[in-house]
């Protein structure tokens, strides 16, 4: 009999334990509402004092059953929420979208009604009731309750994002942690068996261009919620600062996947014909404004010879775009930058004609050019050693990457103050 007891005891804690707060919820929510249901119904038996009083406690009970009803139903759908894939943090976001615009429906037909009920007691409602008292508190405490009310669920709201953002980061951390440590036993057990080049090449796979998108993306999420705040104009320049700053860590991030994939050759190639000065055309469209905008004078000096090309469209158009970048980013002002395409023509071996076409950018530095050819196609090498640019060194190691994946050649030619860039590819007929 008594272990009978125990058990029906240990039910009844469990099913306590886990529906308490909702319970609760429920009936804090429940008794707040009779309240504003006496100074309505009843509004005519009781005076002012009475109504403020009754109003007070209405507020304070449903504020409660709001805060603890919110709160269960967030933690319920989104307590141990974790992003899995790329799409996981809009719908999350998405979600908080839809939950806001729920609170504010209510809230405006909240206090819509309130309204309505207030002009109604002005018009004559406070004489239709009975009692003793002509009435008009129940009116004014109603619109200030959905006031009051419509500002406690968008604060809980707005919380629990803040607090669910804190614990995706730290469970992101620790992921990292762990992503780190399988890597690290990893590079442990390779040491023995790859070179020095190819450590650095895993590394970046493994670890950097993977693991640099989780703080990333907690950094876009924590300025969308600052965003929504109420700020000084000088905060809102400092959060627009972050922003940016952001915007370039993940360009920096991109960046730095493409040269790991290039490096490791772990590229996948779709040959195609196609004209180069069709595409540097192309190209000085697409850069148009950027172009407009630098202080510089772009002169194009395209052979009119046949330009055809067989080779990976979409990853020469990124080794193009890439140099007028870096001429963008690395240029004296006032300054020309030449972009010129010709085919070089050589004998083979074999004694027949091989012939190469190129395309050649250059222009003057603003900068002082005191590194070798070598130097500055190596990762993170920048002319700029102030690190004063918008540039991050990696774009000219991209380009000698791709060219050599592609089949073709990266030279580099200073001459004082004249950077010439030039990226030879073998020209294939028929």
Known sequence: MDTRWKNIDEKAVKVFGKYYKRVAAALAAAFGIAFFYSIIVYRGWHPTGESLFF??????????????????????????????????????????????????????????????????????????????YYNYAPGYILIISALLQFILAETVLQRFERKQLDYMMEQMENLNRRRLDVALEIEKKSLEKVSRSDQLRVDLITNVSHDLKTPLTSMVGYIELIRKEELS?????????????????????????????????????????????????????????????SGLEFVTRLTDENTELVSDNSYFYRICQNLIENALKYSAKGTRVFVTTYIRRKDSNGGSLKENLCVEITNTSAYPMDFTKEDIVE???????????????????????????????????????????????PKKNG
């Open 55 to 132: 109003g007070v406690l209405g507020n304070l009970l449903l504020g409660a059953g709001i805060w603890l009803g919110i709160n269960e139903l967030l933690n319920k759908k989104f307590g141990d929420w974790l992003p899995d894939d790329d799409n996981s943090y809009a719908e999350w976001k998405e979600h908080g979208r839809l939950m806001e615009r729920w609170i504010r429906i209510a809230g405006a037909a909240a206090f819509l009604l309130s309204v309505w009920y207030f002009s109604y007691l002005m018009s004559g409602g406070a004489y239709q009731t009975g009692g003793w």
């Open 233 to 293: 104009e000088t905060v809102r320049d400092y959060v627009d600062v972050i922003s940016e700053r952001a915007e370039k860590l993940k360009e920096m991030v991109n960046s730095l996947f493409s040269l790991a994939k290039a490096s490791s050759g772990n590229i996948e190639l779709h040959p195609e014909k196609f004209e180069l000065n069709r595409m540097i055309e192309q190209i000085f469209a697409d850069m148009d404004d950027q172009i407009k905008n």
């Open 379 to 425: 990762r993170f090498a920048r002319g700029d050693k102030a690190r004063s640019s918008d540039g991050n060194g990696l774009g000219l190691a991209i380009v000698s990457s791709y060219a050599k994946a592609l089949g073709g050649e990266f030279d580099i030619k200073i001459d004082c103050d004249q950077f010439k860039a030039c990226v030879i590819m």
